[in-house]
C-alpha cells in the first residue's frame, strides 16, 4: 500500500516532469530501457511517437490518481493483458522498473533523495505487481 507521504513525495516529484517536453522524458526512458535490454526492442513499433504519448498519459494518470489507486486497478489490470498479448512477461517489470527509476533520478537530480526514491519504488512495485497478478489471473 502506498502511504499518503509517498503519495506526496510522488505527486510532487512528477510536477518537475509536467515542464519537460513529454517526448524527451519518454525518449530518456525508452533509450535507457533499450540500452540495458535490447531484447525488448522488437517487442515495440519503429516509430515510438504514439508510444511516448502512451507512457507519459499513463503515467500522469496514475499520479494523478494515487489516492484512489483502487479504483485504476481494472484499468492497470487491462492495460497487462494487453501487453502480456504483446509478449510481456512478468520479468520485464523489473527491466521497466529499473529505467523508470533511472529516468527519474536524472529528471530530478537534487531533488531525488532516498525518501522519493522509496516512494517510487513502493509506487512501482505496487502498479507492477497488480499487473502481474492480473495477468497470472487470466491464464486460469
Known amino acids: 500500500m502506498i502511504t499518503p507521504h509517498e503519495i506526496s513525495l510522488i505527486k510532487k516529484?512528477?510536477?518537475i516532469f509536467r515542464d519537460i517536453e513529454p517526448s524527451v522524458v519518454a525518449d530518456v526512458f525508452y533509450t535507457r530501457l533499450f540500452l540495458e535490454n535490447p531484447e525488448l526492442r522488437r517487442m515495440?513499433?519503429?516509430?515510438m511517437d504514439e508510444q511516448y504519448k502512451k507512457l507519459i498519459e499513463m503515467l500522469n494518470i496514475v499520479v494523478a490518481r494515487l489516492e484512489r489507486v483502487d479504483e485504476l486497478t481494472g484499468d492497470i489490470a487491462a492495460?497487462?493483458?494487453r501487453h502480456k498479448?504483446?509478449?510481456v512477461r512478468p520479468e520485464h517489470y523489473n527491466m521497466v522498473g529499473r529505467a523508470l527509476l533511472w529516468?527519474?533520478?536524472?529528471g530530478l537530480n537534487g531533488e531525488w533523495t532516498?525518501?522519493?526514491k522509496s516512494?517510487?519504488?513502493?509506487c512501482y512495485a505496487t502498479l507492477s505487481g497488480t499487473m502481474i497478478s492480473a495477468t497470472r489471473e487470466s491464464d486460469h
Open 44 to 47: 515495440f513499433p519503429s516509430s
Open 79 to 81: 492495460m497487462a493483458r
Open 119 to 122: 516512494a517510487w519504488i513502493n
Open 114 to 116: 532516498q525518501e522519493v
Open 13 to 15: 516529484s512528477w510536477s
Open 85 to 87: 498479448d504483446y509478449g
Open 103 to 106: 529516468t527519474l533520478q536524472r
